[in-house]
């Protein structure tokens, strides 16, 4: 009888090495199968629920009145989170500014703004025809009228939700905003500043783009925060993707399926709001001290080219002995 043994193994062998085998946890495998039954149950509960009609669920899921709602909500979504973030950007200056007006004002304008329910100013700029029936520009001290126009003519209840909306967002990511700018070393400025730069150019091309590592990660959510936000505007009947739903609902009286329709809604919107901001957080995260993780289709090419590492033969390297019995 004739045995081929590797010169790898025969080391082994003979030096009496013992092979380490990776430490178990079955109780983690336990506990993923728990969570994991339960789950499934849930589900399950779920789409055997007898009081659930998900045939409704999947008639109205591509409603025209729903999708009409969607794109308004995206819209609003955008515009205010654009706006807003100029606004943040400026009133991010003028509170680190060493002008005490225009720190002032900016501190004041996130205190008033911070400290009223959104509701609350949502409302009042529905409401605002009632307190300004005509918005005029003329001339001070004079009755020169330049320009004049009814208030709710201007302003809608689109108008009036999306200006709500920035201008209360405004307020927080303008903190976002001062907390990034703090956390760029005082070096950096005076460094620019030894160079002959402007304050402004210094923030616009040195503060602004290392304070976005900061800046990015809270930004993300507050958009998402925005995204389902626009709900809020039912109460000025601003027909946004939630108030579409519930109108329907008040027709065909199907509150629960017509609450999941906008819940798929808003959780698909969501999930493509999320990965820009992954991508953005890896573009201004180049140059940090820790590691970025691969991106998902590097871990998937990863994967496949370890899994193709493995499926080819080894190549015949090790020398090999007979032993002959």
């Known amino acids: 009888m004739t045995v081929i043994v590797s010169a790898e193994d025969s080391l082994r062998t003979d030096t009496g090495d013992v092979d380490a085998v990776p430490l178990r946890h079955p109780l983690r495998w336990i506990g993923a199968l728990v969570v994991a039954l339960t789950l499934l149950g849930l589900l399950w509960s779920v789409v055997t629920n007898p009081n659930l009609d998900l045939v409704t669920v999947g008639r109205f899921v591509g409603d025209p009145r729903i999708l009409v709602g969607v794109g308004l909500t995206v819209l609003i979504t955008i515009i205010s989170m654009v706006v807003s973030t100029v606004l943040a950007v400026l009133v991010a200056a003028m509170r680190l500014s060493r002008n005490p007006v225009l720190s002032s004002v900016a501190w004041f304008y996130v205190w008033i703004f911070r400290g009223t329910p959104q509701i609350v100013q949502i409302v009042l700029w529905g409401y605002l025809g009632l307190l300004y029936e005509k918005l005029t520009l003329g001339v001070p001290l004079t009755d020169i009228v ?30 976002i905003v001062r907390a990034g700018m703090i956390s760029v070393s005082g070096g950096q400025r005076e460094a620019a500043y ?100 691969p991106t998902p289709l590097q871990w998937l090419q990863s994967r496949l080219d370890r899994r193709s590492h493995i499926a080819e033969p080894a190549p015949a390297t090790q020398a090999t002995r007979v032993v002959a019995e």
């Open 194 to 293: 030894s160079l002959g730069m402007s304050p402004v150019y210094t923030f616009r091309r040195v503060l602004l783009p290392q304070a976005m590592r900061v800046i990015i990660p809270p930004m993300g959510n507050e958009t998402i925060s925005m995204l389902k936000n626009t709900s809020l505007l039912m109460v000025i009947a601003v027909p946004e993707v939630y108030t579409a739903a519930t109108m329907i609902s008040a027709q065909n009286l199907k509150q629960v399926e017509m609450l999941i329709v906008a819940s798929i809604w808003y959780l698909f919107l969501t999930t493509v709001l999320s990965i820009p901001q992954y991508y953005l957080e890896r573009r201004y995260g180049r140059g940090s001290s820790h590691v970025l993780p």
């Open 146 to 175: 330049i320009w004049q126009v009814d208030t709710n003519d201007l302003i809608n209840a689109f108008v009036a939700g999306t200006l709500a909306l920035t201008l209360n967002q405004a307020a927080y990511s303008s903190e």
